[in-house]
């Protein structure tokens, strides 16, 4: 496990601290701008390493290497949610500290969590569909999954959390804080159901692969 998740790592070492400088300020910039997206910005800048290793996957070989080791299949998996699940955390903590700083409001800052874990939970359906259909097809699988993932995004941001703004993007009315945050705390309990269905779904299709 530890061996596969050094591997996504090295593999990725380059774009990954990229993608970190990058997600480090947007999330600073749409602290200002619009918080509530401070979560979910570097949540997704840091998970695109990981579509990468998918797209190389076939040229690699790794998968076919992986699949003749004992118990390899499941282990290949889990790396790869493992590493998903790292990145997510960092981009996590990245937010939760740029928010923080700038708006210094618990319920911004609980919004701001709820909202990029629905939408990384969500993006994690591009596994088990890259497994089923192949790495060849990762690049129509991940601009799929990218449409689902952000009009499910737009759907509560608009729906939901924008009706409920006060006169300035970075406060919410105190008066309708609560159905707020029922309605991302939904949106981010799918994400998280989505990621375990994500997951489950992998093991199962990956195992039954013929490679």
């Given at each position: 496990?530890k061996g596969?998740?050094?591997?996504?790592y090295?593999?990725s070492?380059k774009?990954?601290?990229?993608y970190l400088?990058?997600s480090?300020?947007?999330?600073?910039?749409?602290a200002?701008?619009?918080?509530?997206?401070t979560?979910?910005?570097?949540?997704?800048?840091?998970?695109s390493?990981v579509?990468?290793?998918?797209k190389?996957?076939?040229d690699s070989?790794?998968?076919?290497?992986?699949?003749?080791?004992p118990?390899g299949?499941?282990?290949?998996?889990n790396?790869?949610?493992?590493?998903?699940?790292?990145?997510i955390l960092?981009?996590l903590i990245i937010?939760?500290v740029s928010?923080?700083?700038?708006?210094?409001?618990?319920?911004?800052i609980?919004?701001s969590?709820?909202v990029?874990?629905?939408g990384a939970?969500?993006?994690?359906?591009?596994f088990?569909l890259?497994?089923?259909?192949?790495?060849?097809?990762?690049?129509?699988?991940?601009?799929?999954?990218?449409?689902?993932?952000i009009a499910?995004f737009?759907t509560?941001?608009?729906?939901v959390?924008?009706a409920?703004?006060g006169?300035?993007t970075g406060t919410l009315n105190?008066?309708?804080m609560?159905?707020t945050l029922?309605?991302v705390?939904i949106?981010a309990?799918?994400g998280?159901l989505f990621?375990?269905?994500s997951?489950?779904?992998?093991?199962?299709?990956?195992?039954?692969q013929?490679?």
């Open positions: 496990m596969l998740i050094l591997s996504s090295y593999t070492k774009s990954l601290y990229t400088i990058v480090i300020v947007a999330s600073f910039i749409f200002f701008i619009n918080p509530i997206m979560c979910f910005l570097p949540m997704i800048f840091l998970l390493p579509t990468d290793n998918l190389h996957e076939k070989k790794w998968m076919y290497y992986i699949s003749t080791l118990s299949r499941k282990a290949y998996v790396g790869y949610f493992s590493f998903y699940f790292i990145l960092i981009g937010g939760v928010v923080s700083l700038i708006t210094q409001d618990a319920g911004m609980l919004t969590i709820l990029g874990i629905g939970g969500t993006y994690a359906m591009m088990p890259t497994f089923k259909f192949g790495p060849e097809n990762s690049n129509v699988i991940l601009i799929t999954t990218s449409f689902i993932v499910l737009f509560v941001f608009y729906g959390i924008f409920n703004l006169s300035s105190s008066s309708s609560g159905s029922l309605f705390g949106y309990l799918v998280i990621l375990i269905i997951y489950v779904t992998s093991l199962s299709i990956f195992k039954k013929e490679l």
